[in-house]
């Protein structure tokens, strides 16, 4: 499944930011932004603007404009109303507009992220991650862990937890045939 979000790119102005924030507007279209510190082309201080939940569905192309405009509009609002100075700044500049970004995550249904690994051809090994939904970045590190133990052939407890195969393992019993391998 797939769920869309925006970003957008304004210049960190005084009163300047110095720690990276979540904004939480309950009830508002953009209700949690995530405000990331960053640095622009020419070395100039930056703010990362990024928010949004709209749903694709199974096909990560299926981007509806209309919502994907008012995503824009909502996250150039919570920008507006936060970081007015930094908001008139990227408006004067030309450049909010031009920022505009967009992803679509992966999202699963469990809100758990995948985790599997294959043997290679060539006797390597592959590494499939991903489907955290938004709370991707901050489990990287320990993903990174998964990973490198993967690579290393030790046992981490994401390798199991993360397995697509995870629930067939939970609901397994004598009656349902063999184990599935994870």
């Given at each position: 499944?797939?769920?869309?979000?925006?970003?957008?790119?304004?210049?960190?102005?005084?009163?300047?930011?110095?720690?990276?924030?979540?904004?939480?507007?309950?009830?508002?279209?953009?209700?949690?932004?995530?405000?990331?510190?960053?640095?622009?082309?020419?070395?100039?201080?930056?703010?990362?603007?990024?928010?949004?939940?709209?749903?694709?569905g199974?096909?990560?192309?299926?981007?509806?404009?209309?919502?994907?405009?008012?995503?824009?509009?909502?996250?150039?609002d919570?920008?507006?109303?936060?970081f007015?100075?930094?908001?008139?700044?990227?408006?004067?500049?030309?450049?909010?507009?031009?920022?505009?970004?967009?992803?679509?995550?992966?999202?699963?249904?469990?809100?758990?992220?995948?985790?599997?690994?294959?043997?290679?051809?060539?006797?390597?090994?592959l590494?499939?991650?991903?489907?955290?939904?938004?709370?991707?970045?901050?489990?990287?590190p320990?993903?990174?862990?998964?990973?490198?133990?993967?690579?290393?052939?030790?046992?981490?407890?994401?390798?199991?937890?993360?397995?697509?195969?995870?629930?067939?393992?939970?609901?397994?019993?004598?009656?349902?045939?063999?184990?599935?391998?994870?």
């Open positions: 499944m797939g769920m869309l979000g925006v970003w957008l790119t304004v210049p960190n102005v005084e009163p300047r930011l110095d720690h990276s924030v979540k904004i939480a507007r309950k009830g508002h279209r953009a209700e949690e932004t995530n405000v990331t510190l960053g640095t622009g082309p020419a070395g100039e201080p930056i703010l990362i603007c990024g928010a949004g939940y709209g749903w694709t199974t096909d990560p192309a299926a981007i509806d404009q209309a919502e994907l405009e008012t995503l824009f509009e909502a996250l150039a919570t920008i507006r109303r936060f007015p100075e930094a908001y008139a700044a990227a408006q004067e500049a030309g450049t909010l507009t031009a920022s505009r970004r967009i992803c679509v995550r992966p999202w699963t249904a469990s809100c758990l992220g995948v985790f599997e690994t294959m043997v290679t051809a060539s006797g390597g090994t590494v499939v991650t991903g489907g955290h939904n938004t709370g991707g970045f901050t489990q990287s320990d993903v990174a862990d998964a990973v490198l133990a993967a690579l290393r052939g030790r046992s981490h407890r994401m390798h199991t937890r993360f397995h697509p195969a995870r629930l067939d393992r939970f609901y397994w019993t004598d009656s349902t045939g063999p184990t599935p391998s994870v």
